[in-house]
């Protein structure tokens, strides 16, 4: 182990692979799903809670904090974790994936991104040497490379020239991360994988990630309106085409049933909104499936959410009690139902390492499947 990056596994299962990564701030068991805490929160949850569900590590972004508070000014407050009290690791996203959600704000270019601020209008230049920068202002543990998320159905010579111009700036992104010395002696750099739907558009990307070379590796480009079915045939090859003894990363995923399917092919690191918008909007996920609290036959269940739940929220409050809430539009309801999706995806993460650990993972997804999928 190093005092600044290791990986390491502990027991494979067909594809599936469980063990820890170490760093500084502490062990990421994996494999791990990541809370996305956008603008240093992750919404109507305290740090501390987070932490208490299991998340070893939460994810921050780069192009909203650069807008606001600034990279500039959480360096001179101390950096993100001192920030949000949050003392654990951090990885934060580059930016790139903005390329294509906000693209009707943005100007691309060989140099980087130019965007127009969604929050009040003003031009910032997005390149990734910045967006090292910002990363290294904020103080990230795990700095994503600088990338362009591949629109869903580009074709062929839309995709192989943006996963070209990608693998153009991983290599300054490696750059720019080994010129800031402090930062690259305590931080690791994860590189992106792009290529759409295409094997060999894929191949040739990870080649050139490899040949530049990175602590970890991310498959970006999907859950961006493909459906699970190509993601997962995707998937299918892509986590082979990445170093068995690295980090492998699927960015922006998902569902339960997409995270099992996931780890099923050799994927060992998550992130997704779902869990924390979802809980705002009234949905619990559940060992048997979503659930809408909002349903009016929720409004004098006594029941908890889940009754297989152990999580705080589950061992205290009722369905009727959520149901009142989210219909009332309490603060406190978009917390506790945000408290247990997070908790009930830690769950899912322990549950799935523990039955690659006993080798019956297998047995594992499917008793999840018939549950969860009915």
Not at 212 to 224: H, K, M, P, Q
Not at 289 to 312: M, V
Request: one cysteine or more; glycine letters at 10%; proline letters at 3%.
């Amino acid at each position: 182990m190093t005092d600044r990056f290791s990986f390491s596994i502990a027991a494979v299962d067909g594809k599936a692979r469980t063990g820890k990564i170490a760093m500084q701030r502490g062990e990421i068991r994996t494999p791990a799903f990541m809370p996305v805490g956008t603008a240093a929160t992750v919404k109507a949850m305290k740090p501390e809670a987070v932490r208490n569900t299991g998340a070893d590590i939460i994810l921050g972004n780069t192009y909203h904090l650069m807008l606001r508070p600034g990279a500039e000014r959480m360096a001179r407050l101390g950096g993100l974790h001192k920030f949000m009290n949050w003392d654990r690791p951090i990885l934060t996203d580059s930016g790139g994936y903005q390329v294509m959600s906000l693209s009707e704000l943005t100007k691309m270019s060989e140099d980087g991104v130019e965007f127009q601020s969604h929050l009040d209008g003003s031009r910032h230049m997005l390149t990734p040497e910045r967006s090292m920068e910002i990363q290294r202002l904020l103080g990230s543990d795990i700095v994503m490379a600088f990338d362009e998320c591949t629109k869903n159905g580009a074709t062929r010579e839309e995709a192989v020239a943006s996963m070209e111009r990608s693998m153009r700036w991983a290599k300054r992104s490696r750059d720019g991360f080994d010129s800031g010395e402090e930062h690259a002696s305590r931080a690791a750099l994860f590189g992106i994988q792009q290529g759409s739907l295409n094997q060999n558009i894929r191949q040739a990307s990870a080649e050139a990630l490899i040949d530049i070379g990175f602590d970890g590796y991310a498959i970006g480009g999907l859950a961006v309106g493909e459906g699970q079915e190509a993601m997962f045939g995707v998937l299918d090859y892509a986590p082979d085409q990445l170093p068995s003894d690295k980090p492998r990363y699927l960015m922006g995923v998902g569902k339960p049933d997409d995270l099992v399917g996931a780890v099923e092919r050799g994927v060992d690191m998550f992130d997704c909104v779902l869990p924390s918008r979802s809980g705002r909007n009234g949905q619990a996920f559940t060992a048997f499936g979503p659930i809408n609290i909002r349903n009016a036959k929720f409004a004098e269940d006594l029941e908890p959410l889940d009754n297989s739940c152990a999580c705080a929220v589950c061992q205290t409050y009722s369905r009727a009690y959520l149901h009142h809430l989210i219909r009332a539009k309490e603060i406190l309801g978009a917390m506790l139902m945000t408290e247990h999706n997070i908790a009930y995806y830690q769950s899912l993460m322990a549950g799935m390492r523990d039955a690659i650990s006993k080798g019956n993972f297998a047995e594992y997804a499917a008793g999840f499947r018939g549950k969860y999928l009915g």
